[in-house]
């Protein structure tokens, strides 16, 4: 039995064919969903799965952290938010704290927001002369 091989196929084909506007989009909304799922996993106190999903984050926001470039005044500002979000990432997952993730989470979704607002005006990330 193999229900999800259309569903696999879907998501792969999804990925391959986005732009890299929309991978960004992509990145924040699987670090939201990755926060929240560790939030309720900390509240059913299932700390390996709040620990597999904040680590699951932690990598999407070190992706974020290497692909700064580098060359732009604004990447020293982005690569601090994102030493901050690992820091309190690495934070809640010691401390096991949903309020700490919340937290991030705030973060997270005003970032992705404000990348939407900009893939709407830059017509889907493409700069707009």
């Known amino acids: 039995m193999v229900p999800n091989?259309?569903?696999n196929a879907y998501a792969k084909n999804k990925i391959?064919?986005?732009?890299?506007?929309?991978?960004?989009?992509?990145?924040?909304?699987?670090?939201i969903k990755f926060c929240n799922?560790?939030?309720?996993a900390i509240e059913n106190?299932?700390?390996a799965k709040a620990n597999t999903n904040i680590q699951k984050a932690?990598?999407?926001i070190g992706e974020f952290k290497?692909?700064?470039?580098?060359?732009?005044?604004?990447?020293?500002?982005f690569d601090a938010v994102y030493d901050y979000l690992l820091d309190r990432l690495i934070q809640a997952n010691m401390k096991k704290d949903p309020e700490i993730l919340e937290e991030?989470?705030?973060?997270l979704r005003t970032m992705r927001d404000t990348w939407k607002e900009v893939m709407?005006?830059?017509?889907?990330g493409t700069v707009v002369a």
């Open 120 to 124: 709407k005006i830059t017509k889907n």
């Open 45 to 47: 106190k299932d700390y």
């Open 104 to 107: 991030v989470l705030k973060h």
């Open 58 to 60: 932690e990598r999407i």
């Open 66 to 77: 290497a692909t700064l470039n580098h060359k732009y005044a604004t990447a020293k500002d």
């Open 37 to 40: 799922i560790a939030v309720v």
């Open 5 to 7: 091989n259309g569903y």
């Open 16 to 31: 391959m064919t986005a732009s890299p506007a929309e991978l960004t989009l992509m990145l924040y909304e699987g670090a």
